[in-house]
């Protein structure tokens, strides 16, 4: 069992742990998207990590935390 | 969903290059998706921060890393190390959360930070399953008191308990009679002491060994955890859920 920030995440197993978090990372209301995509892994991953950056430069990773994320490749 | 072929949502990388391969005569572009894209992404990332010998990892205890923090790193301010250690620190929390070890980073440092670096979390029985010689270690400090004597010690506190980075005592760079100049040169420093230094030793070995030679506040440490915690607007951070085994 994981207890969240003001009330316990709905998770028992470590495989539902992300998407106890993500939904506890959003907040109330719609989540916003996260899309990243390269045409291989490599650009995939350069992509995303340029999203971590600018996220904790702002110290906002709600977008990258969001249950609405998407990697295309 | 009509121009392009979902290959996969969540399922074995090996299946996905098998559906890949079955659809290359297709005219259709290829996407890959799912949460098996999102893993081997997190982990190619992780493995890029792994690469650099040195950099970012520094050798722990029994084989585990911590994190390569440098005390010119202060001085400089250096805005793209800042950057990589926020990044660093980012891809450790994600892998976390979706149940990857981000192997070889040291547990119960895992376990430090997940716990907002409240040294009072690394509880005897969690240093005793992960590191179970050095725990013996730090016990038998215990039990030999402020009176006792602690020669026995010598390469423990020579690598845990002095300014001597501790990969550097682990590479064997010193040669024995500096490591045996380190040693005396430390006990001599502590040999007089009252119960309350004893016990702060035993705190300092542990904070040495399992964190290493800076404090939170110290700039590699304070980027890392800046990604770590992965701050939201709502008020979310990772070492704000409490985690219970």
């Not at chain 2, 890029?48 to 520094?58: D, G, T």
């Not at chain 2, 490591?179 to 702060?200: F, G, K, M, P, T």
Request: net charge negative; proline share 5%; glycine share 6%.
């Amino acid at each position: 069992m994981v207890s969240g920030i003001s009330s316990s995440l709905d998770c028992d197993s470590i495989g539902d742990l992300a998407a106890a978090i993500y939904q506890c990372a959003k907040g109330p209301g719609e989540a916003e998207e996260l899309v990243v995509s390269g045409s291989n892994l490599s650009e995939l991953t350069e992509s995303f990590k340029i999203k971590l950056a600018e996220a904790a430069k702002s110290q906002d990773f709600t977008q990258i935390l969001s249950p609405r994320h998407h990697f295309e490749m | 969903m009509s121009d392009k072929l979902l290959i996969s949502f969540g399922i074995p990388n090996s299946l996905q290059k098998h559906n890949r391969t079955d659809s290359s005569s297709s005219s259709n572009p290829i996407i890959s998706v799912g949460d098996g894209v999102e893993r081997e992404m997190l982990c190619c990332a992780f493995a890029e921060y792994q690469s650099v010998p040195n950099c970012f990892l520094a050798a722990q205890l029994d084989g585990t890393y911590g994190l390569a923090t440098t005390p010119v790193a202060p001085l400089a301010a250096s805005s793209s190390r800042q950057k990589d250690f926020a990044v660093f620190g980012a891809l450790v929390g994600l892998l976390i959360i979706n149940g990857i070890a981000p192997t070889p980073l040291d547990p119960v440092l895992l376990h430090y930070f997940l716990h907002d670096c409240d040294f009072n979390s690394i509880t005897p029985g969690l240093l005793s399953e992960w590191h179970h010689q050095f725990y013996s270690m730090i016990q038998q400090w215990r039990d030999t008191g402020s009176n006792g004597d602690i020669s026995p010690f010598s390469f423990w506190l020579a690598a845990y308990a002095d300014n001597t980075e501790v990969s550097y005592i682990f590479g064997l760079d010193l040669s024995s009679a500096e490591l045996e100049l380190h040693n005396c040169c430390q006990i001599s420093a502590i040999q007089n002491r009252d119960d309350e230094l004893h016990v702060a030793c035993a705190a300092f070995m542990v904070y040495r060994a399992v964190v290493g030679s800076e404090a939170p506040a110290h700039s590699d440490m304070r980027s890392f955890l800046s990604g770590f915690r992965l701050p939201t607007r709502n008020g979310f951070s990772l070492p704000k859920v409490s985690w219970h085994y």
